[in-house]
């Protein structure tokens, strides 16, 4: 089924393409999304993360220009954008629209190597858009893959996921850490990704399909507070930072402190401040011990850990809401299913149920008609499966 979805979607990006910029050779590729298991808004804090990289992503055809216009279309959105190099700022604006993501790897890229050839580009994807799946990283990876191809600059894994990353801080202006770009760039089939971000430092572990799969449950509310709750949330990190450096004890992040350390300092602290830096430091340890259990092959506890990180984003870090509140406590009441959290930032969007292989119609089931019961509306699901990192597509 997934693959006929796929050829199908390749065909429409082919067809898009050509009637968009006319007949000749193009070329194709794919970037995956990611889901996080655990390690919960500590990417940009510092600390460990465990993502992986699915089976579902964003894909591009690509022809290059020799004029230094860049024309970019898209299956997903109305929004077509042709602008010359010259016209590409420091930052992107609101007439750029999705496409200032595409465009701010390209300028990094003309910064990096000196190439500045434009480009005619459709893009298309099997994501769930704004779910928390990372959809922009894709986006942004798969374009610093094209154009490294394109080029034949020969850029590696991290470099490609360090343009990316760039790309959505300084040219889009979102303060997100390394995470999503270093889990699509870098994935591999069967594992997940321990990334350590203060490093940038990383290794694969296993992740045995046999024992486990993992569904996800979008809520389909919009993550209307996503952007602003999430830089906010950046901020109030670095304030605790800030105060936990000046007690004495200068650690480089957030994350490499530990719970004494804060309750050093939590007279200095209010509680909203206490308890954000108490999601990231007990998130931590919990990243830790599911990297353990990865290890192990042990899903329950895993699971169990999945269970204890969505606690914590909902009252320490408060970026959970009522609808993934509700679809996750309707996956955790089925039998096979091991755990389950929220994904991406929060505030909407998606959450994962990690779950015993064969029990996901069920679960599907049970947790839509919960969910329809208090919203009134329904849930989407997706099975995914470890993906490839990016790839050029024949």
């Known amino acids: 089924m997934l693959e006929t979805k796929r050829a199908a979607l390749l065909d429409a990006l082919a067809a898009r393409f050509r009637a968009a910029y006319g007949p000749g050779p193009m070329r194709r590729f794919f970037a995956p999304g990611r889901i996080n298991l655990v390690g919960a808004h500590l990417d940009y804090n510092g600390g460990d993360v465990l993502p992986m990289a699915v089976d579902r992503g964003i894909y591009l055809a690509i022809r290059p220009r020799d004029d230094g216009v860049m024309r970019l279309q898209s299956l997903d959105f109305e929004r077509v954008v042709e602008i010359a190099a010259a016209a590409v700022g420091e930052r992107t604006t609101p007439a750029l629209g999705w496409a200032g993501y595409p465009l701010g790897v390209w300028r990094g890229f003309h910064a990096a190597t000196g190439c500045a050839r434009g480009f005619d580009a459709v893009f298309a994807g099997d994501l769930p858009v704004a779910s928390g799946l990372s959809s922009s990283a894709a986006i942004e990876v798969v374009t610093a893959l094209a154009l490294d191809a394109l080029h034949g600059t020969r850029l590696g894994g991290e470099q490609l996921a360090l343009l990316a990353h760039r790309a959505e801080n300084d040219f889009v202006g979102v303060r997100c850490g390394i995470m999503d770009q270093y889990a699509s760039a870098l994935g591999r089939v069967g594992h997940v990704l321990l990334l350590h971000c203060a490093g940038p430092t990383w290794e694969h572990l296993p992740f045995d399909p046999s024992a486990g799969e993992v569904l996800v449950l979008d809520t389909r509310k919009p993550r209307h507070l996503a952007k602003s709750g999430f830089n906010e949330r950046v901020a109030q990190c670095a304030t605790v930072h800030a105060a936990l450096r000046a007690s004495g004890k200068d650690l480089p992040h957030l994350a490499h402190y530990d719970v004494a ?5 939590r007279t200095k602290l209010d509680d909203l ?3 954000r830096s108490r999601h990231v430091l007990t998130e931590m340890q919990r990243t830790r011990d599911a990297a353990v ?12 850990l999945l269970d204890q990180s969505h606690a914590s984003t909902r009252i320490d870090y408060e970026v959970s809401c009522a609808e993934l509140d509700v679809i996750t406590d309707a996956a955790r009441a089925c039998a096979g299913v091991y755990g389950a959290r929220l994904v991406g930032a929060g505030f909407g969007g998606c959450a994962i149920a990690l779950l015993r292989p064969g029990t996901a119609e069920a ?7 919960a969910y329809r019961s208090r919203f009134g509306t329904e849930p989407t699901f997706y099975l995914l499966r470890n993906g490839t990192g990016p790839v050029e597509l024949d």
């Open 261 to 265: 350390d804060l309750e050093r300092v």
């Open 273 to 275: 401040h206490y308890r």
């Open 293 to 304: 259990a990865l290890r192990a092959h042990d899903f329950r506890a895993l699971g169990a």
């Open 363 to 369: 679960v599907q089931a049970s947790a839509a008609a």
